[in-house]
Structures are given as C-alpha cells and as structure tokens.
DNA sequence: ACAACCGACTGGTCAGACCACTTGACCACC
DNA sequence: GGTGGTCAAGTGGTCTGACCAGTCGGTTGT
C-alpha cells in the first residue's frame, strides 16, 4: 500500500502558478499590462486580497512589476529572473524542457570543479573524512536513485567546505531543481552505480589540499554522469 | 541642491525587510516559530492582510515555512536559500558584509571563463561584433562607474552567446547584487580605465571560435578586478 | 497651444468575520 | 499500556466591502 501525502493547494498557490506560467510561455508578452486585481478576483471567482498575495509572490520573483496607481506589467524574464526560478523552467506544462535540461547539466560540469578546488584549499583532512564516509555509504547503495541521492549529499559537503557562500546559494539553487527530477532520472544513471572510485580520488585530492588534481578529479566525477544525462536527452529529442 | 527621489515604501515591503533581517541575522534562530500573523498585525500596529503579503514573500524566498493551521516556522538559510537572496546578504544592516563580497569576487572570477568558452563556441563573428561595439565605447569612457556600466554590458553579450539559460539566471542574480555597489567600488576600479586590450582579445577568441583562448583571455579580464577587489576588502579589514 | 484640473481607474490598506487545519489534552475503551 | 474518539484553542486561509493613495488621460479654461 503505498500512500502519497494528500496535497491541498490553496487559492492563491494556483493562481500563481497560473499567471507565471502564462508569463513564462509568453501568452503575456513583456511590456503587457495585467489585468487589474478587481478584475483578476472577479474573473477567477476569488477574493482580491488572494489575488494579490499570488501578485506580490510573482513581483518578488522578478517577474512583473508592480506600481501603485499604474498597472501590474510583464518583465522579461530573460533578463528579470534569477537562479531560482529554474525549477519552474525545468519541467513545464507537465514534460521537461530539454533545452534547461542540458543547460543545467552543462553548469554543473562546469562549476563543480571550481568548488572541488575551493574545497581542496580550505576542507582539509577533516572535510576528506566526511566525504570518505559518504563514499562508504555509496559502496553499499545499490538503488540508482539513492545512489544520486548519496552523491549529493556528497557535493553538499564539498560545498560547504568551499566556504563560500555564492556556490551554496548557487547549489541550492541546483538542487532544488535537479532533486525532484531524481526518480524519473534513475534508470538513466543506473551505470554510474559502483563508480566509486573517482569520488575517492576526489576526496585524496582533498585531504591534500591539491586544488588542481581535486578540479581534475572533480571532472572525472561529473562527466560520466553528463554524458549520460546529454545522451538521454538526445535519445528523447529524436523520438520526437 | 541634490534632490533625491523620495521612497514610499509599502507597509508589507517594511515587514518583508524587517522579518528578513531578523532571519539573516540569526534573531529568529532555525526552527523558531514566528509569531502568528494576527500577533505580528497587532504589534506592528497593521492590518493581517498586509502581515500576509509580507510573509508569503519571504515563504517564496524559502527562508520560513508557512503551514495551514501549524505555526510558521524560519528556516535554515544555508541551505533553503537560493542565489536570488545574494543582494540581500551582501548589503546588511548598511554595510557591505565582506566575506560575501569576497565569495561574489571568486565565483566571477571561477565562472566567467566558462561563459566565455560556451560564447565563444556558440557565439561566432555576430557575437565578436556587438564586443567590438563595447570595447570601443569603453576606449572612450573616462567615467570608472560608466566603464563598469559597460563592462557589465559585454558581460551580458557574452551571457546571451553562451546560450545557456542557467547562466544566464546566474549572471542576473550576480548583477542584480553588484550592480548597486558600483557608485561604492568606482574609485577603486579607476586603474582598469583604459585597460581595453584583455576585452579586445577575448573578442577576438570569439570571434575565432577558440573556446581554450577564450577562456584564458576571459581569465585575464576578470583578475586585475578581482585582485583589485580583494585587496579593497582586506583594507577595509585591517583597519576595523 | 498650453497648463491646470478632474474623474476614472489602479494598487495599498484596513476591519471584522468565518472556514480549514493542527495541536494537545482529556477520556473511554480494550 | 496502548488505541482511538472527542473537543477546545490557536493557527493559517479566505472572503467582504469599504476607504486611502497614487497614475493616467481627457477636458477645460486661459
């Protein structure tokens, strides 16, 4: 028997949802105002003070511009949005955005090294042990989706001890987006299960505080797991 | 006689700030429970509505977790927050808080060479052009917060020839926490006026679809700034 | 032609009420 | 001792209707 949490979204959570992705596919073009709040309650069939907690959510993100006595516009989001709207792009109306997609798996493949040789100066033997651990605990894991989940955990530690609070944002940004997306994933990362030892090496280089050899180290970590992501996605790209 | 604009903030805007801080700043420690809205309206002397607005933005932040009929909750921020929190953590309380600044400095200096790899893969001769076009008006801007102004705007090409939607999140949450400091750092980045050759060649890169050149040239851009930066910071440092 | 004005419309705020949900205490039962 | 039922208090969720405070565009008077 297998239960599933009930969710219950209120009002205003759905009319968020509902104006952004209107923003987002563009059926409101930038520069467009909003219909007024009256009329959004009215139309929706809903109380203006849940319209508005819904509007001062989506202002908050970047994505409209609100100004008293003038009307609510649409900003663009390619230039208006941060970080934590990619959650949001990721999967949309339903499927995942492939384009996002290879975007995020090109980021990480690209920022991780830099946090591993941060991590190398400033983790020390200390931070080597945690991640050893880690490791341990991947050796074990035969699920795919666990596994992923260790090898967060994992570039978790390494983050912090990259002592900086740019990639913690930065990755929590990631996470937060790649996490959800985790079930669906593992069948595709199956391989990449047992492969502990580049994760090892990682964490030698670490415990030397070798920046260079732990951002060598680092790429042999991400890159398998990338190009298996990037073929999937060319796989799905060309059943279309 | 200077006159600035005067600012009318909202009432919810006020509550969003000062709640915010008060999480920042560790005064609500993780898994504190907030004071129900009806309690904060009392105490802040203002209506429940505005009380809401307020908190349902900083629950879109991720910093607290509002639950129907539990209390609302702070969260940790370390690991809730996402990069659009940055502008927020680098000015606090006033001032410039410095080892964020710092973090800011080294991810500018990790990341932006992968951008201009992926630029200069992606971009080809009509991205070099519109970097030609800038680092001519930076040959003649004498105005240090006018050459950042326009540094920031080759950066913002770059981003969009990299083609890559994460990066382009990135660079918008990291400009929209610089951006503001610029009339601040102008004086300490008088010495980069002038220095327009490290632009030129990375244009150059561009234009040649030389991704390894690219991000070299990249790197030489960002470091004198960085070192710059750095060493503004450790003064600032010394004499506390 | 121009400036001042004014009305219609927009977002901002308030008050008070009721609904939906969580929590914890208490109690009856097995 | 553990189970489940009941209930009251407190919390967030929503609604209504009113008024305040800005913006905008047309009208009016010069």
């Known amino acids: 028997m297998a239960l599933r949490p009930v969710t219950r979204r209120s009002v205003a959570d759905q009319v968020f949802d509902q104006v952004l992705d209107d923003v987002l596919d563009g059926e409101l073009a930038v520069g467009e105002?909003?219909?007024?709040?009256?009329?959004?309650?009215?139309v929706l069939g809903i109380s203006r003070p849940a319209v508005r907690e819904a509007l001062q959510r989506i202002a908050q993100t970047g994505l409209v511009e609100v100004r008293h006595g003038g009307a609510t516009t649409v900003r663009d989001f390619r230039t208006a949005a941060g970080l934590d709207l990619l959650p949001r792009l990721l999967v949309r109306t339903g499927g995942l955005d492939?384009?996002?997609?290879?975007?995020?798996?090109?980021?990480?493949?690209?920022?991780?090294p830099g946090i591993a040789a941060l991590a190398a100066q400033r983790g020390g033997p200390a931070l080597a042990h945690q991640l050893i651990d880690v490791v341990d605990a991947m050796g074990g894991a035969t699920d795919p989706v666990r596994w992923q989940q260790l090898a967060l955990d994992y570039w978790d530690l390494l983050v912090d001890g990259a002592e900086s609070i740019v990639y913690r944002l930065m990755f929590n940004s990631l996470r937060t987006a790649y996490e959800p997306a985790l079930p669906a994933l593992g069948a595709l990362l199956a391989a990449e299960v047992g492969q502990v030892e580049p994760y090892r090496l990682l964490a030698?280089?670490?415990?030397a505080g070798d920046a260079a050899t732990a951002r060598a180290a680092a790429a042999r970590v991400l890159t398998p797991t990338a190009e298996a992501l990037l073929a999937a996605l060319d796989a799905?790209?060309?059943?279309?």
């Open 98 to 112: 492939t384009a996002v997609a290879r975007s995020v798996i090109e980021a990480r493949a690209e920022v991780g």
């Open 204 to 207: 030698d280089a670490v415990r």
């Open 236 to 240: 799905i790209g060309d059943e279309r």
């Open 33 to 42: 105002p909003l219909p007024s709040e009256r009329r959004l309650a009215e």
